[in-house]
C-alpha cells in the first residue's frame, strides 16, 4: 500500500483544483484534499501508445529534440538524449532556435575559431577569454551540435516553461509531445503524458517507460 501511494504521488499527482481550467478533465479520476489526482489507466494506456510512437520516430531515423530548462531535470534529459544520440536543450532557449536555425549554426562554428584561437600564439589572458566564450557557447548550443535541420519531434517537460520553444514548434508544424500537469493548456500539443512534471522521480518513471526498449 506504501509503495503504491508512493507511485501515485509521483505520477499520478496534478496540482491544485482549479475549476476555470479543465483542460485535462478527461483525463482526472478524483480530487482528494484539494488535489487532482490522473486516471492511471487512461494515462499508463496513453504512455505506451506514445512509447510506440516513439519507437517509430527512432527507427526510422527520424529526428528528436529534448528541451527541459528545469534544473533538476536537466541530468534526466542529457541522460536519455546523449543514450539515443539525439538533441538537447537544457540550460536556456534562446528565441530563433528552430526558426532561425542559421544563427546558431554561426554561433556554433564561431566556437570551432575559439577553439583553434587556444592553440594559436596568444595571450593567456586572451586565451582565457577564449575559454570562458566557448565554456558559455557549449552551455547554450552544445546539445545542438549534430541537429542539421529542423527535428520531427520536440520533447517538453513543462508548457509553461518553454513557451517560446512551443511557438516556434508550431509555426514550423513539429510534433510536440509534452509532459502535462492537470492545469495545463493543452492546445496544440500532439502528445500528452499526463503526470506530476515538478517531481524528479516522476520524470525519470515516465522516461524510463517511454525509452526502454531503445536506450
Known sequence: ????????NNIFL???????????????????????YFNAKKVIINLF????????????????????TKNFLREIVYKYARSLEQNYICNKWIGGILTNTKNYKKILNNSI?????????????????????????EILYGGL????????????????KEKIAINEAKRLKIKILALVDSDDNISGIDYIVPCNNNSINCVKIIFKILFSEVC
Open 1 to 8: 500500500m506504501i509503495v503504491f501511494h508512493t507511485i501515485l
Open 14 to 36: 496534478g496540482n491544485i483544483k482549479n475549476k476555470k481550467k479543465k483542460f485535462l478533465k478527461n483525463y482526472i479520476s478524483y480530487n482528494y484534499n484539494n488535489f487532482n
Open 49 to 68: 501508445l506514445i512509447k510506440k510512437e516513439i519507437k517509430n520516430i527512432l527507427l526510422n531515423k527520424k529526428k528528436i529534440l529534448f528541451v527541459s
Open 113 to 137: 575559431t575559439l577553439k583553434k584561437k587556444r592553440d594559436m600564439n596568444f595571450t593567456k589572458k586572451e586565451k582565457n577569454l577564449f575559454l570562458k566564450k566557448e565554456k558559455k557557447i
Open 145 to 160: 551540435k549534430q541537429m542539421s535541420s529542423i527535428p520531427d519531434l520536440i520533447i517538453i517537460t513543462d508548457i509553461k
